[in-house]
C-alpha cells in the first residue's frame, strides 16, 4: 500500500495513480495524519510541503521520524526538503542554475535585470511582469505589501527563459518517484511564464519531439543533482533550456498527473500514454506490503497535539 500525504483540498492530483489495479494507492490529508493515533503499514510519501505552515510542517517531520523508525518506506523528509527560495538559491550557488534570486525582507537588491516577483510557498506563478530597473522592483514590492501580501513569502527571482520559436515558449519537466526519474509533457504558451499550456500554439514537430523526449527519458538523469539537492524523492521539476542548459524553476512534491483524453495530434497522446505506463511502473517499485500491525504514533509532541487539537478543525501551535 502506498500513501500519500497532502492538504485536503489536492488530493486530486494523483486520481490515476489512485484508479491504477496496479497497487493500492491512497490519499490521507495531513489533518487526519496528524490526529492519528497508528496508521497502518506500507509506503508514505509526504507531499504538499510548501503548502504547509511551520507549524504542521514541524508536527509532519516528527511523523516522518515515526515512520521511518518503524521500518516503513518514507520519501520526502519535510525536515529536509528544502523549499522554494532555498532551492534555487542552492542550485544558483552550485552552478547548476544561472539565475540567481533575493528575498524581499533581506536588504539585498536585484544587481541585474530584468526580474519579477512571486511568492516562497504555494503555485501562483509570477506575481508581476518582468521589471527592467530598482525603481519598478521598488515599486511592485510597495504594492504587493499593501495589497497585503507577507513580506517574508516574498521573492525576486532573475528572468531566465528563452523562446523556442518566435513568440514560443516551452516548460519542460521531469518526475522523480524514488530512485527513477522520468521525462514527462511539455507546457507550451506564448508568454514568458508558460504555467498552463495554450491550445494550437505548438506544431507538429514539437509534439514529435516532446515524444521523443519521454520516450528517450531525455531529461531524467540530468535532472537528479537538482532533486538530490532538494532532499526529493518524489515530485516534479519545472525546468526550461537557456543556451541549452538545464534552468529548474522549482520542484513541486504534490505534482499533478492528469491524462490527456483528447488532443489535435494523437502524438501527444500517445506521449501521455507512455509516461502514464512508466510513472505506474516507478510507482509500483516503491509499493510495500501493508501487512503487519498498525504503527503507534506515539511521538511526544504529536500526542500532546492530538490531545489538545480533538476538538479543532486545525492544529493550534503548542509553542
Keep these: 500500500m502506498i500513501t500519500m500525504l497532502c492538504t485536503g483540498a489536492?488530493?486530486?492530483?494523483?486520481?490515476?495513480?489512485?484508479?491504477?489495479?496496479?497497487?493500492?494507492?491512497?490519499?490521507?490529508?495531513?489533518n487526519r495524519a496528524l490526529r492519528s493515533h497508528a496508521l497502518p503499514r506500507g509506503t508514505y510519501i509526504f507531499g504538499d510541503l510548501d503548502r504547509l505552515g511551520f507549524w504542521e510542517l514541524e508536527l509532519a517531520a516528527r511523523l516522518h521520524r515515526v515512520l521511518a523508525g518503524a521500518g516503513l518506506r518514507v520519501l520526502n523528509d519535510p525536515a529536509r526538503v528544502l523549499?522554494?527560495?532555498?532551492?534555487?538559491?542552492?542550485?544558483?550557488?552550485?552552478?547548476?542554475?544561472?539565475?540567481?534570486?533575493?528575498?524581499?525582507?533581506?536588504?539585498?537588491?536585484?544587481d541585474r535585470f530584468p526580474v519579477f516577483l512571486r511568492t516562497q510557498s504555494a503555485h501562483r506563478g509570477a506575481l508581476t511582469d518582468l521589471l527592467h530597473d530598482a525603481d519598478a522592483v521598488e515599486a511592485a514590492i510597495a504594492q504587493a505589501l499593501e495589497r497585503g501580501m507577507p513580506i517574508r513569502e516574498l521573492m525576486l527571482?532573475?528572468?531566465?527563459?528563452?523562446?523556442?520559436a518566435d513568440h514560443l515558449f516551452r516548460k519542460l519537466a521531469t518526475v522523480r518517484v524514488g530512485d527513477a526519474l522520468l521525462s514527462t509533457l511539455c507546457v507550451h504558451e506564448s508568454r514568458w511564464t508558460a504555467k498552463y499550456g495554450e491550445m494550437g500554439i505548438a506544431t507538429e514537430a514539437l509534439y514529435r519531439d516532446e515524444y521523443d523526449i519521454v520516450a528517450g527519458n531525455r531529461y531524467g538523469e540530468s535532472l537528479r543533482p537538482a532533486f538530490d539537492a532538494a532532499c526529493i524523492e518524489y515530485g516534479r521539476a519545472d525546468f526550461?533550456?537557456?543556451?541549452?542548459?538545464?534552468?529548474?524553476?522549482?520542484?513541486?512534491?504534490?505534482?499533478?498527473?492528469?491524462?490527456?483524453?483528447?488532443?489535435?495530434?494523437?502524438?501527444?497522446?500517445?506521449?501521455?500514454?507512455?509516461?502514464?505506463?512508466?510513472?505506474?511502473?516507478?510507482?509500483?517499485?516503491?509499493?510495500?506490503?501493508?501487512?503487519?500491525?498498525?504503527?503507534?504514533?506515539d511521538d511526544e509532541l504529536l500526542t500532546t497535539q492530538r490531545t489538545r487539537d480533538r476538538w479543532m478543525t486545525r492544529s493550534r501551535w503548542l509553542p
Design 240 to 297: 526550461a533550456l537557456v543556451d541549452g542548459r538545464e534552468q529548474v524553476y522549482e520542484i513541486n512534491t504534490n505534482p499533478m498527473h492528469g491524462r490527456i483524453t483528447e488532443h489535435p495530434f494523437p502524438l501527444r497522446m500517445q506521449a501521455c500514454a507512455l509516461f502514464h505506463e512508466r510513472l505506474f511502473d516507478a510507482t509500483a517499485a516503491i509499493d510495500t506490503p501493508s501487512t503487519g500491525a498498525r504503527v503507534p504514533i
Design 157 to 164: 527571482v532573475e528572468y531566465c527563459a528563452q523562446p523556442v
Design 10 to 30: 489536492h488530493a486530486y492530483t494523483t486520481e490515476p495513480l489512485q484508479a491504477c489495479r496496479r497497487f493500492d494507492f491512497r490519499v490521507l490529508n495531513y
Design 83 to 110: 523549499q522554494r527560495f532555498a532551492l534555487l538559491a542552492r542550485l544558483h550557488h552550485d552552478g547548476f542554475n544561472r539565475f540567481a534570486v533575493w528575498r524581499v525582507e533581506e536588504p539585498a537588491r536585484p
